[in-house]
């Protein structure tokens, strides 16, 4: 487990083989690279752990699900190399997902940026609180949803995606969210999320390993060059990661946080 004051992973499966996994970053559960190497790790292992038939993605706490990439991280970033690295990261974390043979089910308790869109439209199937407002902020700071694009489009569609990521400025609330098939349903409050979710991992959790692993193949028919597209996407944003915008605008948002 990484250090808490640096974030976590943490994973556990119960007696009906319902496997959780939780993250955390104290920055509004922002993913440095530490945490989405980890998390794509632990979707992979519990992948590949017999005794886990289903899988609960979520973040800690109550407020947002997932601020997106850690600006602590980006603003150090100083060549290529290492942006292409840290970009690798969603690309890690949105193939394991893809690869899983096991449904992966996201639990989405409140808002949700860049990186954090991607995670929820790479899920199998994502259930969110009425909270759970979307934005892909990327372009507002001079890259782009590069990485994450070819999954919130895959969920949502090419218009929907191209609305999200031109207007970077926006957010969608998760009625919009829903309307677009970013989410499966939208619950009031979170006990009514976690109902909703615990009742349909319960029920997977019965059905037949074999038809759900073949199932979810079928479902993402289509995509095995992921693994070098979104490669090839991650070298575009730690490219643009660079520039003179990027490093204005990561510069400017981290003076607002003093």
Known sequence: ???QKDGYVISQIDEQGI??????HPMSNSLPGAILRKLAD???QMGENEQAKVIILKSAGEKAFCAGASFDELITIDNEADGLKFFS???LVINAIRKCPKFVIARVQGKAVGGGVGIAAAADYTLAVDSAAIKLSELAVGIGPFVVGPAVERKMGTAAFSQ????ASSWRD????AQKGLYASVHQ?????DQEVMKLATTLAKSSPDAMRDLKAVIWEGTDHWDTLLTDRAAISGR???GEFAVNAISAFKSKQK
């Open 1 to 3: 487990m990484i250090e």
């Open 19 to 24: 496997a959780t996994i939780e993250f955390q």
């Open 42 to 44: 632990t979707i992979t």
């Open 89 to 91: 990261g969603y690309a």
């Open 164 to 167: 999200l990521a031109i207007d």
């Open 174 to 177: 998760a009625q919009w969210a």
């Open 189 to 193: 409050t979170v006990e009514e999320l």
């Open 240 to 242: 643009l990661i660079l």
